[in-house]
């Protein structure tokens, strides 16, 4: 009984370890961006007439996030930018919305590309999003986010313009909007999820281990996008962020990869509408998986696998009274880290606890996992990739075609 004591015993100090390196490597990493953004390295060169940054924003049948995107966007100062927008094949009005939306900015800051064709997804639109930029720092993002604040692109984008990095991976978690259907439990559950991944891969960053961004916030030099384009493995849609990182990664040893989860440097995303439209988001996440590298696959692991470890111990030989002890210690660590960094990301109010709903966001992501498992097909017949042709048309008014 001793020995299976201490066992459960070294189990839980291996997971609260882990939520001890975590919160480090988090500090890690906004000490590392905010010295990057403040550093005074090699800059990327300005030709003179082009914007030091190009927003890339792809688009499939989302005419009525338009506007408020691109007002959202317009109001970011700082630092000299354009938009390129890739509308990818919409069938919804998307194409006269972004032809208004552009009628609104200087002539030539905002600009469209239409590809038709494409593979699911949205690698091939934002490989013709990045093609199309005149600036040589990129920041790509989502049509359903917005800037938490007018810094945005500017705080984004500062570490590679001043040299400091390649590649900065921001956070965009998901926000409720005014009018939104999505309730609290819903946007908790997504929220929980989110800010334990985000808080994941700006810790894994800080620590010099990263191992991917989101495609909703990351921002990166066009020459590395050109020079490595991301391929999708058979069946996946998804991976235009962290499978393109882990190739990048592996193409340039010693690339240098920021984390910024600062508020200035982040967005907020629409939350699913509700549980199953949640469900098959990460279904289409988790069909990514099986391709990250093992180490990547251990280091994630050992945090669940530890407390996995303590209350299975806690079952078999000592009863359900520690098995809830640990369960309750588990929830209270797990909740304050994660509001932690829910309070550095900018969230405030009753979204800085969203962590009291990670057992529910984990057990729909067990339950998710153990679906795939069984199921493997299930991923592929939700985001099917067979490759179709595309057609891809440079900007009319791009002078530099």
């Known amino acids: 009984m001793e020995v299976w004591a201490a066992v459960a015993a070294g189990a ?25 953004a403040r550093g005074s390295g090699v800059q990327v060169p300005l ?16 005419a009525d996030e338009v506007e408020a995107w691109a007002d959202a966007v317009h109001a970011c100062r ?3 930018f354009e938009v390129v927008a890739v509308d990818d094949g919409s069938r919804d009005g998307t194409p006269e919305r972004l032809a208004a939306a552009a009628a609104r900015w200087e002539p030539g800051r905002f600009r469209t590309v239409r590809v038709e064709g494409t593979a699911p997804g949205k690698r091939e639109a934002l490989a013709a999003g990045v ?3 005149r600036a040589e720092v990129v920041l790509a993002t989502d049509i359903d986010c917005r800037p938490l604040g007018p810094t945005w692109v500017e705080a984004m984008t500062a570490p590679i313009r001043r040299g400091a990095a390649e590649v900065v991976a921001g956070v965009s978690l998901p926000v409720r909007r005014e009018g939104s259907a999505t309730g609290g439990f819903v946007r908790w559950v997504q929220l929980a999820d989110d800010l334990r991944i985000a808080r994941s891969y700006v810790a894994a960053a800080g620590w010099g281990r990263p191992y991917m961004t989101v495609g909703r916030n990351v921002a990166f030099l066009r020459e590395l996008a050109v020079a490595v ?27 240098r990869v920021l984390a910024d989860p600062r508020p200035e440097a982040s ?18 996440h988790l069909s ?20 996995t470890v303590a209350a299975a111990v806690g079952v078999v030989h000592t009863g359900l009274g520690i098995v809830a002890a640990v369960a309750v210690v588990v929830w209270l660590v797990q909740t304050c880290t994660l509001r932690a960094f829910a309070c550095l ?5 009753g979204s800085v606890w969203a962590g009291v709903a990670g057992p529910a966001a984990a057990a729909g992501l067990g339950f998710l996992k153990a679906v795939t498992a069984i199921h493997p097909g299930i991923c592929k017949g939700r985001t099917p990739t067979e490759p179709l042709k595309s057609t891809r048309r440079r900007p009319a008014d791009d002078p530099w075609t």
């Open 345 to 349: 990301a900018g969230l405030d109010g």
């Open 78 to 80: 700082g630092v000299a």
């Open 267 to 284: 967005t907020g995303t629409a939350p699913a509408g509700d549980l199953q439209a949640w469900a098959r988001r990460k279904l289409r």
């Open 12 to 36: 839980v100090a291996v997971g609260v370890g882990s939520e001890v390196l975590l919160g480090w490597g988090v500090r890690r990493a906004v000490r590392a961006v905010s010295a990057a």
């Open 47 to 62: 030709e003179p007439g082009r914007p030091e940054v190009t927003v890339v924003v792809c688009i499939r049948n989302g």
């Open 288 to 307: 990514t998986a099986p391709f990250y590298p093992p180490a990547v696959l251990l280091r994630l692991a050992v945090p669940s696998v530890a407390f």
């Open 229 to 255: 384009p991301g391929v999708a493995p058979p069946g996946v849609a998804s991976g235009d962020d962290d499978l393109t990182l882990q190739a990048w990664l592996r193409a340039r040893p010693g690339l």
């Open 131 to 133: 093609e199309a930029a």
